[in-house]
């Protein structure tokens, strides 16, 4: 522990005010601090400082508390995740799996929104999980698993 972690302890405890038991909040602001001196808000020609309160300002959203007792929120990466959906079995057959070529002839037009996809992906692989994303529950496939969140969204 030192004055860097200290600093960026307190202001987050301002920036973001929660009740999150100390124990668990420890482990979390270690692993944001370690996010924090990783990103490109750690910018040496910038003071620590107001690099910290950029970065915890930037976060403001995406810093996660549960959402029940039971579950969390689980922020998904939009780009990440229609790359991996978008594959090339699902190029090949998206147009008939989805119907798109009936929807155009009766209706004149389709439509598919990332959150109807997200709604019916199967699985979803770590690599689609938000870089920001404070906790994330791993099967053995590297695989999410998705019953441990009470929500799972795209971060904004």
Same mark, same amino acid.
Request: include cysteine; charged fraction near 30%; proline fraction near 2%.
């Given at each position: 522990m030192n004055y860097s972690f200290f600093l960026f302890s307190q202001l987050h405890s301002v920036i973001h005010p929660n009740e999150t038991p100390y124990d668990i909040?420890?482990?979390?602001?270690?692993?944001?601090?370690?996010?924090?001196?990783?990103?490109?808000?750690?910018?040496?020609?910038?003071?620590?400082?107001?690099?910290?309160?950029?970065?915890?300002?930037?976060?403001?959203?995406? !810093?996660?508390k549960p959402a029940k007792e039971e579950g969390k *929120?689980?922020?998904?990466?939009?780009?990440? &995740?229609?790359d991996w959906f978008f594959d090339e079995d699902m190029r090949d057959t998206f147009v008939t799996d989805?119907?798109?070529?009936?929807s155009l002839a009766t209706e004149g037009s389709f439509k598919v929104t990332a959150k109807e996809l997200l709604?019916?992906?199967?699985?979803?692989?770590a690599s689609v999980v938000y870089e920001?994303?404070?906790? !994330?529950?791993?099967?053995?496939?590297?695989?999410?698993? *998705?019953?441990?969140?009470?929500?799972?969204? &795209?971060?904004e």
């Open positions: 909040l420890f482990e979390e602001l270690q692993e944001l601090h370690s996010d924090f001196e990783e990103s490109l808000y750690n910018d040496p020609e910038k003071g620590e400082y107001e690099c910290m309160v950029d970065f915890l300002n930037a976060c403001k959203d995406i !810093i996660i *929120v689980l922020l998904i990466d939009r780009g990440s &995740f229609i989805y119907g798109l070529v009936d709604d019916v992906a199967g699985y979803l692989p920001l994303q404070t906790e !994330i529950y791993l099967d053995e496939y590297d695989e999410v698993i *998705v019953s441990k969140y009470t929500e799972i969204k &795209f971060a």
